[in-house]
């Protein structure tokens, strides 16, 4: 019973939206969270529940065959659907979009991060600018990557491009 006690804590602990491995060298890199995301689902979750509370409420004010699917499925089905937006909403503010590190920008994806994990080297970086919501890493060998900056919030973006700039410049101050 302890051994099956124990496996289901390792499983759920597995799902905790909060949970991540943490870096050897937190100070040294700068971590932006998809809070503008996180944000718009929190709004989601908050919406639900008031409507998961509308349906219960209803149970004591509405007639008992008033509906054609009964009010407490209604409530369960939005409930559900909260809770999985207060979870997504934890996720998105508790996980990297983008983290800038010594070693150079590395960039997870919303599904499977470990996984997709995409780090470009600040040596293969030529230029970075904004163009659209976007931001755009050029490649000097030609090429480069647009990344789309709507899961960061307004203020985020500008920290990103200003340490980006920042990065850049003192490389090639230090190249020159």
């Known amino acids: 019973m302890v051994r099956w006690l124990r496996a289901v804590g390792e499983r759920l602990e597995a799902l905790n939206p909060c949970a991540r491995v943490q870096s050897k060298n937190p100070e040294q890199e700068l971590r932006f969270t998809?809070?503008?995301?996180?944000?718009r689902w929190g709004i989601a979750a908050v919406a639900a529940l008031a409507l998961a509370t509308g349906c219960l409420l209803g149970?004591?004010?509405?007639?008992?065959?008033a509906s054609a699917v009964p009010l407490w499925v209604s409530a369960a089905l939005t409930a559900a659907v909260a809770a999985a937006c207060t979870w997504i909403?934890?996720?998105?503010?508790?996980?990297?979009?983008?983290?800038?590190?010594?070693?150079?920008?590395?960039?997870?994806p919303f599904f499977y991060p470990?996984?997709?994990?995409?780090?470009?080297?600040?040596?293969?970086i030529g230029n970075a600018r904004i163009e659209g919501g976007h931001l755009m890493l050029d490649f000097p060998s030609g090429g480069g990557i647009g990344l789309s900056l709507a899961p960061l919030g307004p203020r985020n973006r500008i920290l990103l491009i200003e340490a980006i700039d920042r990065r850049i410049d003192d490389q090639k101050n230090s190249t020159a």
């Open 34 to 39: 998809r809070d503008a995301q996180g944000r």
């Open 59 to 65: 149970l004591f004010i509405a007639p008992p065959d």
């Open 89 to 108: 909403a934890i996720y998105c503010l508790s996980h990297a979009f983008l983290i800038l590190s010594p070693v150079g920008v590395e960039i997870f």
């Open 114 to 124: 470990s996984r997709g994990l995409q780090v470009i080297l600040w040596q293969e």
